[in-house]
């Protein structure tokens, strides 16, 4: 959970309900969508950020307000990520705006980390790094996303330069073996430039397409295709989402192999940019418009752990309702805590061979012979194939 600031008094109270009526104001919604937070920053020395985190399912899903800067005043608002939608409504009805052109970029399944600069209480620029849900870069018990990060800024030195460059925040995907997701990626640890974020003017808040975005070498995120005015789009989403379907296979220990899906960067004629998603079923499990489901539920529990250490209904919540109902949700709650229930145990299970696969010494892609014969002796035949699984992507 982002660390908030004790409260130990009513002044202190009233004083945090006033930063985030103050919050609310400047970027423009209710105060119930945010969420304070009193962190330090550990790109610049540890410099002291307060605040409040937009958790509005919009264009301003994860952007921040940092009210102080290292104790000063310094108030101001960062576009994030936006949060990306399907292109059809709960209905199963597509809603798509007039078309020039769709860019059709590739889906990447990692962790999102988002570039951003703020000034400090000298005037400053500084350059910092964010998770969707927190206002800074930060390893948990689940994931060293921060030491995972600082290997790819030493591997990609430029990605740090791509914020002033594009005079933009930068996004991008965190994805590989060793922060592994749905998909099961064969390479280790890499990174993707995914869009720019403007941050100033009429259009802040709305994103910069990749194509227009100066990469200076760093990776990107693959275009798969283009589509032209005329064209069908409806047919097209579906035809590809059943090609994507086809390609898509399962692993042995509950992964996929093959792709996430796309992310169409629909341009409408008035030069206006709407992103939409599209996953193959077995990425989306089941239909969205169906409502709440458990493979919805499990993926929003893996997403918690990227900035919680604990699962919880009550931690969870929050972000089922940026797409559910809180009445359908709480009908839905016996299968909610089954699926806490299941990812605890996969967790529990994961570090139980983990444990004992580092109290054999070796390593795995040295020793695979004697590392799987000492773990055969601890495990079910029947399981090793998940036991290799788990030891070649998380303890290799």
Partial sequence: MI?????????????????????????????????PFDVTDPFNDDLRLAGALCRKPDQRYGALVLLEIGGASVPQVIHATPKLHYPFDRAGKFRFPPIRRIHLYEKLDGTNVLAYRYRDGDGAARLTYKLRLSPVLR?????????????????????????????????FELYGA?????????IELAVAALFGVRQIGNDAGSVVPPHQLELLGVPGAALLGEMIAGEDPVEKYNRIREE??????ATDDDKLTGTEGLVWYVEEPSGALTLFKCKPESVEAIHWALGINKQAVLATCWNLLETQ??????????????????EEIENFRPHVEDCLRQVRETLAYRERVLAAYRALGLSVTEHKAEVMRALSAQFPR??????YSIVARYGA
């Avoid at 060793?178 to 064969?186: G, V």
């Fill in 3 to 35: 660390p908030r600031r004790s409260l130990p008094s009513s002044n202190v109270m009233e004083n945090e309900t006033d930063n985030l009526n103050h919050a609310a104001q400047l970027l423009g919604v209710d105060a119930g969508w945010l969420q």
């Fill in 139 to 171: 390893n948990s018990k689940w994931g060293d996303f921060l030491d995972l990060w600082q290997e790819l800024l030493q591997r990609h030195p430029a990605i740090a330069r791509l914020a002033e460059v594009n005079d933009c925040q930068m996004s």
């Fill in 178 to 186: 060793r922060n592994a997701h749905l998909i099961a990626y064969e």
């Fill in 244 to 249: 994507m379907e086809r390609g898509n296979h």
């Fill in 309 to 326: 250490d604990e699962l919880s209904y009550d931690a969870l919540l929050p972000l089922l309702l940026e797409e559910y109902g809180a």
């Fill in 382 to 387: 029947g399981e090793m194939k998940k036991v």
